[in-house]
């Protein structure tokens, strides 16, 4: 029989967990964790669908905390990016909810969740291809407004021509002309400007050669030192494990298992991944 760990949101919903008790045949690891933090984002049964299919989301329950780093893991079809765009209302929800930063977002659009303070990296490059590199950043500073944000704005600058000193040589140029590898770095330094308070990414490192993946990861660090919740979706568990404090695990539209990167090593991963 296959062991099945603990189901849902984080160990910081140990309380929660006991509350709903653990279900027959789960095993409730007790795992360590952030019991001070809050909620940022909360997903609540969250079941979703295409059209008049069956459901590919089955009663999600997900909790990413304030300033925690969720790595969501799985095969592929598992569910991984349909429940990033279930949260950015890519998706419309057949039962359950969302709330984010106390507030009921449940159905909102992607530029509503953004103006809340989301930023959101799901498939493909998010720049402005006709643009320059330079333009492209400009653009991500129009909603910023004030000194205290004009401060971190050049704090941000500074970042990101540490983490890619390549999109200061290629400012001039298009965004459309770039590698998808320059593409991807100029995604993440857009979201360095934003300063969210929430990242969403949907596979980072994918098709990337390593010595980029490695300039994103870094990226991706900066974010947590910088207090950003990160929920960060990939295939592969090995990379985004180094940098999360918290991986789930996501099979056939369920989740199989939470932990930390630690627990959920060998048999136990191998088991929520393959069942
Ligand atoms: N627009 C769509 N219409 C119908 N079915 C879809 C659609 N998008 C995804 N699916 C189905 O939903 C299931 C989950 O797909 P999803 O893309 O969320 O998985 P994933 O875990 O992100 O996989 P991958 O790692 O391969 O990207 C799959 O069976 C897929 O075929």
């Known amino acids: 029989m296959r062991p099945h760990l603990r189901a849902g949101g984080g160990s910081r919903d140990r309380g929660r967990a006991a509350g709903r008790g653990v279900r027959p045949g789960e095993r409730d690891l007790g795992l360590p964790g952030s019991g001070a ?30 300033g925690e780093v969720v790595g969501l893991v799985g095969m592929n079809g598992a569910g991984k990016s349909t429940l990033l765009k279930a949260i950015c209302g890519g998706v419309k929800l057949r039962e359950g909810t969302i709330s984010y930063d106390g507030q009921d977002v449940s159905g909102l659009g992607t530029p509503e969740l953004v103006r809340r303070g989301m930023s959101i990296l799901a498939e493909g490059h998010r720049v402005i291809r006709p643009l320059t590199v330079e333009e492209n950043l400009q653009i991500a500073t129009m909603s910023l407004r004030g000194s205290a944000v004009r ?6 600058r500074e970042l990101i021509d540490e983490l890619f000193p390549v999109l200061h040589q290629r400012r001039t140029q298009l965004a459309g002309l770039l590698s998808g590898g320059e593409q991807q770095m100029l995604s993440m330094a857009r979201a360095i400007i934003e300063d969210p308070k929430l990242l969403l990414l949907d596979e980072p490192s994918l098709g990337l050669a390593p010595l980029v993946v490695d300039r994103i990861y870094s990226s991706l ?19 985004v494990a180094d ?6 695990v996501l099979r056939d539209g369920r989740i199989t298992a939470t932990g930390s990167p630690a627990e959920l090593v060998g048999a136990a991963l191998t088991s929520a991944y393959f069942g």
């Open 221 to 239: 660090s900066a974010f947590r030192e910088r207090g950003v919740s990160l929920l960060v979706v990939e295939q592969n568990s090995t990379r």
């Open 151 to 156: 401060r971190r704005l050049a704090a941000s």
């Open 243 to 248: 940098i999360c404090t918290r991986m789930v």
């Open 37 to 66: 933090m809050t909620d940022l984002l909360t997903l609540r049964g969250v079941t979703v669908g295409y059209g008049r299919h069956h459901p590919v989301l089955h009663a999600i329950d997900l909790a990413v905390g304030g």
